[in-house]
């Protein structure tokens, strides 16, 4: 896999985990309630601990995009735009 085709990847797999972290977000500030309930149903998990536990994924989460997608990615889009100038 040369350069580009790694950069090409990574791109994409940078805009699908952009889009996952999006609609987790998403999702649970809009049917927060509705994701406890289902949740509840199946643990059984106070709503403080739920809050906490989701606010741990998305903390996590968001973490990880930004270290293993989105920096490496920029990194190489702006290897490839300096390779352009020099």
């Known amino acids: 896999m ?4 790694f950069k090409t990847f990574l791109t994409w797999w940078t805009i699908i985990d952009l889009v996952l972290l999006i609609v987790s977000a998403s999702g649970l500030a809009f049917a927060g309630d509705w994701i406890y309930r289902v949740q509840s149903k ?3 998990i106070s709503r403080e601990t ?18 293993f ?6 990194a190489l889009h702006l290897i490839d735009l300096t390779s352009y100038i020099y």
């Open 42 to 44: 199946w643990f059984k």
């Open 50 to 67: 739920f809050n906490i536990a989701v606010y741990s994924y998305l903390g996590i989460f968001k973490i990880a995009f930004l270290v």
């Open 2 to 5: 040369d350069i580009q085709e």
């Open 69 to 74: 997608n989105f920096a490496p990615c920029i």
